[in-house]
């Protein structure tokens, strides 16, 4: 079965700086999507990046980009210059491509200080 | 255009009764999944619809069930309410098809079993 981990319960990173935020996973599949979820204290879960294991590039959108090591099975999401707004739990998630159901890790709850 | 519409946003109940929860995907969308979550277990997936059929089943009791509409509307049903049941439920939409699993989350309902 596919498991996703993280590490660190919780985050914190001041106004302006950068955090990564880590997250491991454990796969026998060869195609499989990678995902960062946010959710923010009104609770929606929306998408903050996407990463297909076959692509060897990491994923950038803005702010957020990803570190994907396939062979350590590592996936991390880096946040550039954080803003207030960003304060909320993140989530690592993965998707196989046979599939239809993500399967999360525990969650990151990132804390942005002045 | 409309997102993910979850209704109710709160309800109580108490041991024994039974719950329906309604989901509307996006306009377009052929696919709604479930997902209860929890501090202690965290996300969980329960089921997954697509064209009014069940694609997945995660791994949760009979008291759980769920279908799907023609109109891609989905409503998920707990019989027998336990303690246990108390989660936010999650639904999420997509395409269903040839897409890269990206879901659209409702902003949940929250059921507290008395």
């Known amino acids: 079965a596919q498991t996703v981990t993280q590490s660190q319960p919780e985050m914190s990173v001041q106004e302006a700086e950068t955090v990564t935020l880590s997250c491991t996973y454990d796969?026998?599949?060869?195609?499989?999507?990678l995902f960062w979820y946010k959710q923010p204290p009104s609770r929606q879960m929306i998408l903050v990046i996407r990463?297909?294991?076959?692509?060897?590039q990491n994923a950038t959108e803005n702010r957020f980009s990803v570190n994907f090591q396939k062979a350590a099975k590592s996936f991390s999401l880096k946040i550039s210059d954080s803003q207030l707004g960003d304060a909320a739990m993140y989530f690592c998630?993965?998707?196989?491509?046979?599939?239809?159901?993500?399967?999360f890790g525990t969650g990151t709850r990132l804390q942005v200080t002045l | 255009k409309a997102g993910v519409t979850q209704t109710p946003r709160y309800l109580i109940k108490t041991r024994g009764q039974q719950v329906t929860l309604s989901c509307s995907p996006i306009?377009?969308?052929?696919?709604v999944s479930w997902y209860q979550q929890t501090p202690g277990q965290g996300l969980q997936f329960l089921f997954e619809?697509?064209?009014?059929?069940?694609?997945n089943k995660g791994n949760f009791p009979g008291r759980f069930s769920g279908r799907q509409f023609s109109n891609s509307r989905s409503e998920m049903n707990v019989s027998t309410l336990e303690l246990g049941d108390s989660a936010l439920y999650l639904c999420?939409?997509?395409f269903g098809q040839g897409e890269t699993g990206e879901l659209f989350f409702g902003e949940g309902s929250r059921l507290t079993v008395l």
């Open positions: 999420a939409s997509s």
């Open positions: 796969t026998s599949e060869s195609d499989y999507y």
């Open positions: 990463q297909e294991a076959y692509k060897q």
């Open positions: 998630a993965y998707l196989t491509g046979t599939a239809s159901k993500l399967t």
């Open positions: 306009s377009g969308h052929r696919s």
């Open positions: 619809y697509f064209s009014e059929t069940q694609r």
